[in-house]
């Protein structure tokens, strides 16, 4: 993020991202939510339905806060950290405070500064690029967002949570066990939480992310079985590594 901030840099080398910052990628996310959310409704006849997301980055839900503006019945978006709860804590009580990142079983969620939650609080903050500029100024300075732009404009779509590393193995074994169905870590957080605020009329949609085979040590401890395989990734188990190892520095 600090090269990409040197655009001079940026625009030299034709820089491009494509994780949860490319603006592209967000944009494909809306249209599953969209999907998802008509599918349900006509399967059930709901009016209206909730979203339980794992996130670290903030991009996958704020995909989802998207597709609310754009008028998607969603009544509840759930969001859903592991033992890095920095996005949990500003939701429940408005403490967005940097915190040390805890390695676990989902690594994707191993984040302290979520890169869309930038883009999220633009509307927190009026749409003012201003007010949002000198929030993430101090946030820089003090590691901690000041709390005064966004006085009065809590918004009650967003609920939040956290499921820690036993909860996340708890969860992976009883939807094994129950369902037979193989949840990965990222996805078991997101049911964990989801499983909290369900509302009775309005179906609960959780949003997988990965495939359990990458994350096979983790489900042989949930379950005490090795069943996380997939052949594309078995085939790959004896091939050569070829990596090269960088300092990590922007020089």
Not at 200 to 218: G, N, Q, V, W, Y
Not at 222 to 230: K, L, P, S, T, Y
Request: aromatic letters at 10%.
């Amino acid at each position: 993020k600090t090269i990409f901030n040197d655009l001079a840099f940026k625009d030299r080398y034709a820089l491009g991202s494509v994780n949860s910052i490319n603006w592209a990628r967000v944009l494909a996310q809306i249209v599953y939510y969209f999907y998802a959310a008509f599918r349900v409704m006509e399967a059930t006849g709901a009016a209206r339905v909730r979203f339980s997301v794992p996130t670290g980055n903030f991009g996958d839900i704020f995909a989802g806060y998207m597709a609310v503006r754009m008028g998607l019945p969603v009544s509840r978006l759930v969001l859903a950290t592991n033992e890095n709860d920095i996005l949990a804590r500003f939701f429940q009580s408005d403490d967005y405070s940097l915190g040390k990142v805890h390695a676990t079983i989902s690594p994707s969620m191993d984040i302290q500064v979520a890169s869309n939650f930038e883009r999220y609080l633009y509307y927190r903050a009026g749409e003012n690029a201003g007010v949002l500029s000198g929030m993430m100024r101090a946030f820089a300075k003090d590691g901690k967002l000041p709390a005064g732009p966004l006085e009065g404009t809590r918004e009650e779509l967003f609920v939040a949570g956290s499921g820690n590393t036993r909860d996340t193995l708890a969860t992976i074994r009883r939807f094994h066990g129950d369902y037979g169905y193989l949840l990965d870590p990222h996805s078991a957080v997101g049911v964990f939480v989801g499983e909290q605020h369900r509302q009775k009329d309005e179906p609960m949609i959780c949003l997988a992310t990965a495939h359990p085979a990458k994350f096979a040590a983790a489900i042989r401890e949930a379950v005490g079985q090795d069943v996380a395989r997939h052949p594309m990734l078995d085939a790959l188990r004896d091939r050569p590594t070829r990596c090269t190892v960088l300092p990590a520095s922007v020089e």
